[in-house]
């Protein structure tokens, strides 16, 4: 029953957070944000997401993070910083289509975190890091 509260108690205050701050959240971020509370992830926080999105990690002797190619302005285009492709907007308020499938959205996490990160990021810090960008 704990567990089942918290989890209640989460995703009331994720709602909350969701309706007050995202313009227009899709139906599909709500799928995976759905999907993180149910593989353990709390309350989301997109202020940690926020920090978490511009820390670096040494990899391969390179300091990496999410917005050495997608940008600390998430309203305009990335470029990946190996390949020089160009990345669309992170914004939902310039780029809406970037979160309108629930396929590429775990697609592209589990690679990017393996990127970044050298391993797969948790459900909570998927749930931190999609509400920061919702509110972008």
Request: a positive charge; proline letters at 3%; one cysteine or more.
């Amino acid at each position: 029953m704990k567990n089942g509260m918290r989890k209640i108690i989460a995703l009331l205050g994720v709602c909350g957070l969701l309706f007050s701050t995202i313009a227009a959240a899709t139906p599909e971020s709500d799928v995976l944000l759905q999907k993180f509370w149910a593989e353990g992830a709390g309350a989301a926080n997109p202020e940690k997401g926020r920090t978490d999105w511009a820390r670096e990690v040494m990899v391969k002797d390179e300091k990496l993070s999410c917005s050495t190619c997608h940008t600390t302005n998430l309203a305009q285009e990335g470029k990946h910083h190996t390949t020089g492709k160009t990345i669309g907007p992170m914004s939902m308020r310039t780029n809406p289509e970037r979160y309108t499938s629930v396929k590429k959205m775990e697609k592209w996490f589990k690679r990017n975190c393996l990127d970044v990160l050298g391993r797969e990021c948790s459900a909570q810090e998927k749930t931190d890091f999609l509400t920061f960008l919702l509110t972008q």
